[in-house]
């Protein structure tokens, strides 16, 4: 399990506490109200997108410890000499971001998708107005092929200078 997540095998002990920690009816698995006990996912205004993420992963409205390491492994911070791991390199991270904001699992984020997005991560700071101008000129901007929807691969290509290996990783073993 360990080189399927780059996670190591004390890592993996201390996940294994915690996973059981959660699992408060000692069945095996968590499920979506389990997640929320997790403070960093509680206070994170994109929280319930990523609890949503553990149950795209395990297909179901459960999720067993293996699957729970699986997405948490796309947390890890990237260290410069630490071994390859396909979970957790800057595409998947950017994949799994793309996610974030695909509500309809559509593959695309079309513009309602964004302002829903944007509006989870600043609530009622920026006017409707504001938020709508930001979302018009995100897709004007990364939109390449103009079919007013942002796929995956431009979304990629618009996060190629932002530091997602490090941006995109929660310290969740300290």
């Known amino acids: 399990?360990?080189?399927?997540?780059?996670?190591?095998?004390?890592q993996i002990i201390r996940?294994?506490?915690?996973?059981t920690s959660l699992d408060k009816s000692d069945q095996g698995f968590l499920r979506r109200a389990e997640f929320l006990w997790i403070p960093e996912l509680?206070?994170?205004?994109?929280?319930?997108r990523i609890v949503q993420a553990f149950?795209?992963?395990s297909g179901s409205d459960t999720v067993n410890f293996r699957q729970f390491m699986r997405v948490l492994a796309r947390f890890r911070p990237?260290?410069?000499?630490?071994l390859k791991n396909k979970l957790n390199d800057r595409e998947e991270k950017l994949k799994f971001a793309f996610r974030m904001y695909d509500l309809?699992?559509?593959?695309?984020?079309s513009r309602d998708e964004l302002l829903n997005v944007l509006h989870m991560m600043v609530g009622d700071n920026i006017s409707d107005e504001q938020l709508?101008?930001?979302?018009?000129?995100t897709i004007h901007e990364v939109d390449l092929d103009k079919d007013s929807c942002i796929s995956c691969e431009e979304f990629i290509k618009a996060m190629e200078n932002v530091d997602v290996e490090q941006k995109m990783s929660i310290r969740f073993l300290n």
Do not use: C, H, W
């Open 104 to 109: 309809d699992d559509d593959n695309m984020i």
């Open 78 to 82: 990237v260290k410069k000499d630490a």
């Open 55 to 57: 149950f795209q992963e």
């Open 1 to 10: 399990m360990g080189r399927d997540t780059g996670i190591s095998s004390n």
């Open 15 to 19: 996940l294994y506490s915690r996973f």
């Open 132 to 137: 709508a101008s930001i979302a018009d000129r």
């Open 42 to 48: 509680a206070i994170n205004p994109l929280g319930d």
